[in-house]
Nanobody, 118 residues
Framework: VQLQASGGGLVQAGGSLRLSCSAA????????MGWFRQAPGKEREFVAS????????VYAESVKGRFTITRENAKNTVYLEMNSLKPEDTADYYC????????????WGQGTLVTVSS
């Protein structure tokens, strides 16, 4: 699976951004798509995931109620809608994919930088 992330940028605290991740190369019905982020000097952390078939969503506690992950089947694209952004959301955001029965994400896109100013 080839993944291409986009949509990052600079936004003020309280603002919104939508990240996109387009996927190619495989049928995604057996995959879980995830978003991760890595802030400077910190380890990469899980943000959200969605099971392509069935749409089951999981969120990190830090983003619940503010971020929404969705998918668009026709475009093989996953979105991360980010609202009420905080400076601590500043990070490189990565999309990733894993097969449903696997725990490790095996496919990764390049990062897209989100910067939230205070």
């Amino acid at each position: 699976v080839q993944l291409q992330a986009s949509g990052g940028g600079l936004v003020q605290a309280g603002g919104s951004l939508r990240l996109s991740c387009s996927a190619a190369g495989r049928t995604l019905s057996s995959y879980v798509m995830g978003w991760f982020r890595q802030a400077p000097g910190k380890e990469r952390e899980f943000v959200a995931s969605i099971r392509w078939s069935g749409g089951r969503r999981v969120y990190a506690e830090s983003v619940k109620g503010r971020f929404t992950i969705t998918r668009e089947n026709a475009k093989n694209t996953v979105y991360l809608e980010m609202n009420s952004l905080k400076p601590e959301d500043t990070a490189d955001y990565y999309c990733a994919a894993r097969m449903v029965l696997r725990e490790e994400y095996e496919f990764w896109g390049q990062g897209t930088l989100v910067t939230v100013s205070s």
